[in-house]
């Protein structure tokens, strides 16, 4: 991506409300743009339950890319947002350095027992909020 020369990776992630399943304006745009930028798309199933492919993840490179996927998420599919939840898992070739990294080892996380602390959680402040950057 020509706007991200100082970067190795470039990930966008975002709701784009832009139905990416039909030709519209919008959806003929984002592609545009897409292809101007040399990148990919992740070609995700329709992530908003009514049926439009909103949510994307646009990458600089497709290769990079070793897994993606979608979920129904109990606070994103309530009846005012209906949206899945986007992933993908993303190789990044680590240099050594001196410096000291501290990451979260995921190698025994449990997806169900995630869910469910989820899903356990009182959503009601977060879904009742109008302003994005409370």
């Not at 991506?1 to 984002?30: E, K, R, V």
């Not at 990451?103 to 025994?108: A, L, T």
């Not at 027992?113 to 356990?120: A, D, G, K, L, T």
Request: hydrophobic fraction near 40%; glycine fraction near 4%; include cysteine.
């Amino acid at each position: 991506m020509d706007f991200q020369i100082n970067y190795g990776h470039s990930i966008i992630f975002g709701n784009f409300n832009a139905d990416m399943l039909i030709d519209t304006y919008d959806s003929m745009q984002l592609n545009n743009f897409v292809d101007s930028a040399h990148s990919y798309c992740v070609p995700y199933q329709a992530t908003y339950h009514l049926r439009d492919l909103l949510d994307l993840c646009i990458v600089d490179d497709s290769i990079k890319i070793t897994g993606f996927g979608q979920h129904g998420m109990a606070f994103l599919s309530t009846t005012l947002y209906r949206h899945n939840l986007i992933y993908i898992r993303y190789s990044i070739g680590i240099r050594h350095s001196d410096r000291f990294v501290m990451c979260q080892n995921f190698k025994f996380f449990n997806e169900e027992i995630f869910f469910s602390e989820i899903q356990s959680l009182d959503w009601s402040m977060l879904i009742e909020e109008n302003s994005i950057d409370r």
